[in-house]
């Protein structure tokens, strides 16, 4: 049986590289597979969060989630720490990961920056409780943008070292193909990596402390179009195929973005642009994004307006996630031993 797990952190306004790059994957999926999506709030606590503004975020994200089209119908969409099997399972995979894995991984070099000392013990162990969020639900496929890649490939060795070192005891249980499926990364659709607006060298991103690097979800109309009026650009005017973006990361990121929500090809994108000045396309550009993304910001508004109701959704997930991760972790404990 195939299923999905994601999440995202409620560290601040998502963006449209969350939205490209994630939840709209994260839509499709629901009517194929069997979906579980988070929002990861303990993951989030790895940087120092503002208790109340916490609060704030998680319902936000989840009103994101649900006005970008997750239906809770379809989908259990819960908050993780209503669920402590994440923790209680990232403890075991503390056990299992090693300290060269961990030490490879780039994130925590970004995050960390240069004062690596005084970085918190969580976010050096962020991959491992990413790790137990997705094999806490022994889930098969991760939507995620590419910046994920590198966790996705620690999840699958986490698992594959826990199915080798007790294999006796997983047989015996009656798992014969293992306990932990070695979790496949689905990296696709629109835009995978969306660039900043400022840098097309580096992602966008909810932490970057221009605002005007990023499209939140919840900018109006007036604040999308003078951030794209803002963005970087560079002197030459817009190529008529593809390969002329090369070593042109600004106009590649901007056109890129414009395919993905026209849903078109980049090809079709300069087949009627190229040739141009950037302001026409950015006006273009502007007024699609406008299009795109004022009804999910209409709705958010709405649902946030109804606390009650995203705090009903996030109870009654998580209790259906429970479900799942409660039966995982009584097979963990009997595997490893743990007296339950
Ligand atoms: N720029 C991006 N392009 C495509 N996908 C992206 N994702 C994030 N940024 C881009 C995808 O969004 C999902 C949620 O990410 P997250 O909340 O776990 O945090 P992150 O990856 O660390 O994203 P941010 O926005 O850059 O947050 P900060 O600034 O707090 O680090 C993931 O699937 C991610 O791949």
Known sequence: QQRVFSGMQPTGNLHLGNYLGALVNWVRMQNTHECIYCVVDMHAITMWQDPAALKGAIREVTAAYLAAGLDPNKSIVFNQSKVPEHAELGWVVNCVARLGWLNRMTQFKEKAGKDRENASVGLYDYPCLMAADILVYRATHVPVGEDQKQHLELTRDVAQKFNNDFKPQIEAAGFLD???????????????????????????????????????????????????????????????????????????????????????????????????????????????????????????????????????????GAERARVIASETMNHVKDIVGLLR
């Open 178 to 316: 293992g306990f932990f499926p070695l979790t496949e990364p689905v990296i696709q659709g629109p835009a995978t990596r969306v660039m900043s607006l400022r840098d097309g060298t580096k992602k966008m991103s909810k932490s970057d402390a221009s605002d005007y690097a990023r499209i939140n979800l919840t900018d109006d109309a007036d604040a999308i179009a003078q951030k794209v009026r803002k963005a970087k650009t560079d002197p030459e005017p817009l190529p008529s195929e593809p390969k002329g973006l090369d070593g042109r990361p600004e106009a590649e990121n901007l056109v890129g973005i414009y395919a993905a929500l026209a849903d078109q090809p980049v090809a079709a994108v300069l087949a009627e642009f190229g040739g141009g000045q950037f302001s026409a396309f950015k006006t273009a550009l502007a007024d699609l994004a406008v299009t795109k993304l004022s009804p999910l910001n209409g709705e958010m508004r709405r649902l946030l307006g109804d606390p009650g109701y995203v705090d009903a959704v996030l109870k009654d």
